[in-house]
């Protein structure tokens, strides 16, 4: 069965949201369809249950310009769900969402996508991928020796499940945003606590009694990220000199906001860790025994559970297969254009966030952009818009290891993706829809 609709979203989490409101406010008699392998909305904040699960950045820019948070200035991951569904439920998006249903393919034939789900199919004139950028189902497992003789229970922070560490001996591994924020939590009632952070992590600290606005958040991160560009030395011995958590062992490899900085909520993380059944290891695991995982210094930490807060898998485009006129698409043969197409897909449009702002702002830019595209094209009676394959090679955005692993998975070249919202935000609002990097066709 194929039902005949005008856009399909994939992806019912902030980026599905955010698409929905922009269509419906721009062309109110759209018919759209979002589709979403969940039961629930929220994706990430549906998915993410670990002990003390939180946003990093502040609400004021990560919540939506068009329903703001009215929460304190870090939001709870159950809390932000909770944001994100009523939202959808205020502008009357959640009836368009067919949960529990999940996309195979899109294929592009004869000017129009079908979208193949496990249920139903659907042919569109437009799909936007509101997928996220994670692989949902494969996190980031780095192996070591002798897995299997090991007793205790591993479990990712992606898939947390009911995994009961109450009065148990838990090791964390990792030592980003997810250990950081994670660690005070589990300290509380875990028997005792061992971090193991091969490599520290640049934390900042933030008071969840702060009052601000969107607009002196939006300045405040942007002047904190560019001069960290701009004087990285400097900035870094500052940093240092203005904080005794800093010293040889916790001070970080990389400079300042080469990877994004973890946060920590009203010294939350800093105190934890001073407490007394917390271990801090500064060295690579190497192997598992039958009761723990012994480090590469020769220290065998006993472990009930063991915490893999090692990150995801970055995937772009759900990982659904993606044919233009029956060949199978390579994402890294294209082109990225504008962080929101692909070289070769006609009127096919995909969310991707900011390594250094929040992801919430630049789905709100790109969705007014996509929209006006769209109007550029209903005026001008044309059918298909097709980003042509230019640009710079593609270089990491950030030197993180789940960016560095990821190269081949994302587009080969880049043409015009700034990694800058307030570059982005003045682009996107004043340069012509026909910039000579697309191909229209009537
Ligand atoms: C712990 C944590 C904290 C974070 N904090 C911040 C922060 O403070 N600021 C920030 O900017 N970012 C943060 N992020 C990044 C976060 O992922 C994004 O901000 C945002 O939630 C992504 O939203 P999205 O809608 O684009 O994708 P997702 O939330 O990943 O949703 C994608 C949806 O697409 C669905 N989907 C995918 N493939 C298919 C398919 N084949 N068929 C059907 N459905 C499919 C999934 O089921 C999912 O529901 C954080 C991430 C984590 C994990």
Redesign the pocket.
Known sequence: MTDKIDVII???????ITTAYYLQKNFPDIKYKI????SAV???????RFPG?????DMYT?GFSFNPWQGPIIGK?QDIKNYINDTAEKFNIKKNILFD???ISSSWKINQWTTK?NHKNFTSQYVIF?????D?DKPHLPKFKDENKYQGKIVHTQNWGDTDYKDKNVTIIGSG??AI?MAPSIIKEAKAVTLVQRSPAWIINIDSHEKSSRRYKTFEVLKDYISSRFFKKSLRKRIIAADPYYNEATTPSYDYWDQRPASSLDQDYFRAVESSNVTIERVGVSNWETRGIKLQNGKVINSDVTVMATGGNAQLL???DIFVNDKKININDTSWYRGMMFSGLPNLFA?A??IN????AR?EIVNERICKTIKYMKTNELSSCTAKYLGEKSKPSIQANYVLRAMDKFPNRTYKFYQNYFVEYLIFKWSKINDGALDFKR
């Open positions: 994939i992806g019912a989490g902030i980026a599905g589709i979403d392998s969940r929220g994706g990430t904040w549906d998915q993410m699960v939180r946003a990093d950045n990560y991951g249903t999940k996309v789900t509101c997928t996220g950028s994670r949902r945003c997810t924020t759900g990982g659904i969310h966030g900011y702002f929040s992801w919430t789905c």
